[in-house]
Nanobody
Framework: QVQLVESGGGLVQPGGSLRLSCAAS????????MGWYRQAPGKQRDLVAI??????NYAGSVEGRFTVSRDNAKNTVYLQMNDLKPEDTAVYYC?????????????WGRGTQVTVSS
């Protein structure tokens, strides 16, 4: 099993910034994809950003404002969020896919709340 611990959420005013972190631990073999999803009240969980060995991918609504990065030595993925908007308010979940498992397995964090409000 891989355990994921997220941090960095909170309350921020519109136009502000936050940086989320997600540290993976446990039985890690090969973390291929690492990324972030979010879920607002009453809505489905959607992809925000993902980083793989091949590059990055962003939801259109966050492109240019959010940046996903990773530190492979620390098994950690980050999400730098700038110019935050009220519509970014959601629970943000870390997600990783370990292709060292047969078959590959996906793991989720418990989520961290991000609230954008004046």
């Amino acid at each position: 099993q891989v355990q994921l611990v997220e941090s960095g959420g909170g309350l921020v005013q519109p136009g502000g910034s936050l940086r989320l972190s997600c540290a993976a631990s446990g039985s890690i073999f090969r973390l291929n994809a690492m990324g972030w999803y979010r879920q607002a009240p009453g809505k489905q969980r959607d992809l925000v950003a993902i980083i793989t060995t091949g590059g990055t991918n962003y939801a259109g609504s966050v492109e240019g404002r959010f940046t996903v990065s990773r530190d492979n030595a620390k098994n950690t993925v980050y999400l730098q969020m700038n110019d935050l908007k009220p519509e970014d308010t959601a629970v943000y979940y870390c997600n990783v896919r370990d292709t060292g498992y047969i078959p590959p397995r996906t793991f989720w964090g418990r989520g961290t709340q991000v609230t954008v409000s004046s």
